[in-house]
């Protein structure tokens, strides 16, 4: 039987962006870990602490007299002959000191007067770095402002710092993108990453909007890793990655300076669009196709990993499945954690007999056969997380009758009684289904006012209009409130039963 859900998903995900792409580890690689590890592990401990000392000290002196505003930049003096040497400098020695000796660099970065917002893909620690040693000031998290010696360096560089969930900081946020775009020069050119997190670079995820708003030029820059044992991208960080990041004597970076782009009057009054042709030239640029993946799905990774499911399992494309059914990423993490109630095996598919535990005697077993196959798209004989959640949000005309029919039913009979009163099913179709139905034409055991399942099938097949147009739509979104919770809490108590009998 084919499945039929409301929205085509499209093809499902054949790779996960947050995924290190690193092959397993050879004899070879082994080796180099056991001989280098105990050499440059210690040589690269020990630039840092230099780092830290020579660079944050100086950082205090060359700030001396300097107090950050968001709405006036440094002194030219003080940033043309000193701070921004000084900066560059730090940043060349902090990729001399993790082993990227040269960046391989095509094109040539805008001054900021042309181009005073830059745009990159996000793979890695080393991007800001590079992007700071290219002149560079950024965008950077609150909580990095409040660290020793990175606080200091972020002040000298001009960033500006957001505190993530905070409205009024992102609004505040907002407020500075926009002046230093602006100020068309006076300010250092300002990075963002638009896709919010960092990738395996397989991609380009979906951009947000924030640095496109401003409608002034902006320049693209790409970022891509060359390599053959192991994948520098960071995306799940390990005490295994560090170990081999640290123990490999040199890394590959290669960065293209992609032409301004000036967005024309339709960018200018559409963001989205501006974004988009961005993203489009970035990813022809990297030669890999865009995505809908974002930081929701990276998130979704992590309350995975949370639920003791595999990573790919919240890995959705987040941006399409809240542009189709309008969820909020909270609401999504909570159908990620009532997937994970009913996913026993914790392999991230859901079985038709798990499908069926999750609902309990709610429906019928046929009509929970037929549920599960119109989950099921790729007809697999299971679910995945995203078929599961696109599944719970249907309400289309595909329903049949008697599908139909059981649901009614099933909000009729909360006791799971397989019987009910006349005055219960006047009732449910009054309140809501907002249809009016004389009790004399409902069949009834011996005239005792007692309708059995099958007396109400066979009454909704001779008045099937009942539960059509209007009050079908009205009837399945009833019903998915019933199954969001039968699936977060089913069985837990007598009282339960209650509960679902009150908000009926």
């Not at 081999?244 to 992609?258: G, M, T, W």
Request: net charge neutral.
């Amino acid at each position: 039987m084919a499945s039929n859900l409301p929205v085509p998903l499209g093809e499902r995900p054949v790779f996960n962006p947050f995924k290190n792409t690193t092959p397993n580890l050879s004899i070879s690689e082994w080796l180099k870990i056991i001989l280098l590890g105990p050499i440059l592990i210690p040589i690269r401990m020990l630039l840092i602490l230099i780092f830290c000392i020579i660079w944050g000290g100086l950082a205090h002196i060359v700030l001396i007299g300097y107090t950050a505003r968001v709405d006036a930049p440094m002194e030219h003096w003080r940033y043309k002959y000193i701070v921004d040497p000084f900066t560059r400098a730090g940043a060349y020695f902090l990729l001399f000191t993790f082993g990227i000796y040269h960046v391989s660099t095509k094109g040539k970065k805008a001054p900021s007067s042309v181009a005073p917002i830059v745009v990159s893909n996000h793979l890695s620690l080393f991007d800001p770095i590079f992007l700071a040693s290219q002149g560079c000031s950024h965008v950077s998290k609150a909580e990095v402002g409040n660290m020793p010696f990175a606080g200091i360096l972020l002040k000298a560089m001009q960033c500006v710092l957001v505190q993530r969930g905070d409205k009024a900081s992102c609004e505040a946020t907002k407020v500075a993108i926009n002046h230093r775009a602006k100020s068309m020069g006076v300010w250092p050119s300002l990075c963002i990453y638009p896709e919010g997190t960092i990738s395996n670079g397989r991609s380009v995820l979906a951009f947000k909007h924030g640095p496109f708003y401003p409608g002034v030029p902006v320049q693209p820059v790409v970022l891509r890793f060359r390599y053959l044992f192991f994948d520098p991208t960071w995306t799940w960080g390990s005490k295994m990655y560090l170990l081999r990041l640290l123990s490999k004597p040199i890394h590959y970076l290669e960065a293209e300076f992609l032409p301004v782009h000036t967005p024309t009057n339709a960018e200018k009054a559409l963001p989205s669009l501006f974004a988009e042709n961005v993203r489009r030239e970035m990813a022809a640029a990297l030669n890999v196709p865009m995505s809908d993946f974002g930081i929701g799905d990276f998130l979704l990774e992590l309350e995975a990993w949370k639920q003791n499911l595999p990573h790919e399992t919240g890995n959705i494309e987040t941006n399409k499945i809240q542009g189709l059914f309008d969820l909020q990423l909270n609401d999504i993490k909570e159908y990620l954690k009532r997937f994970s109630q009913l996913n026993t095996k914790k392999d991230g598919r859901l079985t038709l007999d798990e499908f069926r535990e999750g609902l309990g005697d709610s429906v019928s077993p046929e009509t929970a056969l037929r549920l599960f196959l119109k989950f099921d798209q790729s007809q697999e004989g299971t679910i995945d997380f995203r078929a599961f959640l696109a599944g719970m949000m249907f309400i289309n005309d595909s329903i049949s009758l008697d599908e139909t029919t059981d649901m009614a039913w099933a909000l009729m009979d909360f006791r799971k009684e397989g019987k009910v009163t006349k005055a219960r099913v006047v009732e449910v179709m009054q309140n809501n289904l907002h249809a009016t139905v004389d009790a004399n034409t409902i069949p009834d055991t011996d005239g005792k006012g007692i309708v059995t399942r099958e007396q109400f099938q066979a009454f909704m097949s001779a008045h099937a209009d009942i539960l059509s147009g209007p009050r079908k739509t009205q009837l399945l979104e009833q019903f998915k409130q019933r199954l969001d919770k039968q699936f977060f809490g089913h069985g837990t108590s007598a009282s339960a039963a209650e509960d679902a009998r009150k908000t009926q």
